[in-house]
């Protein structure tokens, strides 16, 4: 069994490795400014830079691992910028948008002839529920990539596409957001605590392991 995980040097890249790797399966793990450095705990695996804003850098990774057999795309990677809608210029809208909408279209396109099972979305409760006014660009990220479910099931019937809505997760980007901030906005969402990058890693690897159907949007449980 093969998985393939874009944002592999993240909190919840790093996670769903070793969840992944503890399970039997062989990693394709990308990065792309982050170096993973956790490397040394896992084997059976293969590191390719990748940056999802680069269409040329995708068509190498597909060239990297056009053999393989992928049982599992996970699209971890993802970029945030959040500040105020009048503080927001173009170029900010224009590279989330460029990294989470086109290079997850982009590196899911190029791979699905090698994959034979799953494809899995990371999104937000952002995108449907709870909505943040300095958070413009990246909410509208992830409502498009839950639409990444629909419309990539009615072409491929034979994979499974699943986007995963979660809350706030305790990762190293947000334990350096303003706490006062985050305390506010946990508040919104009537959470209590951070997501456990654990939990998230389980959630989605039994996620590929269930009988949910192909096109699923599914809000994750909090509390």
Request: contains cysteine; negative net charge; charged residues 25%.
């Amino acid at each position: 069994m093969v998985a393939l995980i874009t944002g592999a040097a993240s909190t919840i890249g790093r996670e769903l490795a070793l969840k992944f790797h503890n399970e039997g399966y062989s990693l394709l793990l990308t990065y792309n400014n982050k170096e993973i450095d956790y490397l040394d705990e896992i084997d059976n695996y293969e590191v390719y830079k990748c940056n999802l804003k680069d269409e040329d850098s995708i068509k190498e990774l597909y060239e990297c691992v056009k053999d393989e057999e992928i049982d599992v795309l996970i699209n971890v990677a993802c970029l945030c910028m959040d500040n105020s809608i009048e503080n927001k210029t173009k170029k900010e809208f224009m590279d989330v948008l460029e990294v989470n909408v086109v290079g997850t279209f982009l590196i899911t396109k190029y791979l699905l002839p090698l994959i034979k099972k799953d494809v899995i979305f990371m999104s937000s409760l952002d995108s449907t529920k709870t909505p943040t006014k300095d958070g413009v660009d990246y909410i509208a990220s992830k409502a498009a990539i839950n639409t990444f479910a629909k419309t990539f099931s009615l072409s491929y019937p034979d994979i499974r596409f699943i986007s995963l809505l979660f809350p706030w997760i305790d990762t190293s980007s947000i334990r350096e957001m303003n706490p006062e901030y985050l305390k506010e906005e946990m508040n919104r969402y009537g959470q209590t605590k951070l997501l456990d990058p654990k939990y998230v890693a389980e959630y989605i690897y039994n996620v590929t392991n269930s009988n949910i159907e192909t096109g699923s949007i599914i809000e994750v449980d909090y509390d």
